[in-house]
C-alpha cells in the first residue's frame, strides 16, 4: 500500500500564481488534496527553487491533481 501512495509528480507555477492556487485561508488547495487524497507541497521561502509545486500521492489521484492544478494555472496566465 505504500509504494501505491509513493507516486511524485512536480509542476512548475510562477511564486504569484501560488496565493490563488491556494485559495484565502488554504481554501482552494485543502478542496483539491480532500478531492484527489493527495499531498500538494508548495515551496518555502527557503526552498531554491521558487516555481515548484510537489504533488505526491496514488498516481492517478496525482494525475488529477496535476491536471486541475495545471487548468487553474493556464486561466491565472490568461487574466494576469
Known amino acids: 500500500m505504500q509504494e501505491e501512495a509513493g507516486y511524485t509528480a512536480e509542476l512548475?507555477?510562477?511564486?504569484?500564481?501560488?496565493?490563488?492556487?491556494?485559495?484565502?485561508?488554504?481554501?482552494?488547495?485543502?478542496?483539491?488534496?480532500?478531492?484527489?487524497?493527495?499531498?500538494v507541497v508548495f515551496p518555502t521561502v527557503n526552498d531554491a527553487d521558487q516555481e515548484l509545486i510537489t504533488i505526491i500521492g496514488k498516481k492517478e489521484n496525482v494525475a488529477?491533481?496535476?491536471?486541475?492544478?495545471?487548468a487553474r494555472i493556464d486561466s491565472l496566465v490568461s487574466i494576469l
Open 12 to 39: 512548475r507555477a510562477k511564486p504569484q500564481f501560488h496565493g490563488f492556487l491556494i485559495g484565502r485561508g488554504g481554501s482552494n488547495i485543502r478542496d483539491l488534496r480532500e478531492r484527489t487524497n493527495t499531498r
Open 64 to 70: 488529477s491533481a496535476v491536471n486541475e492544478l495545471k
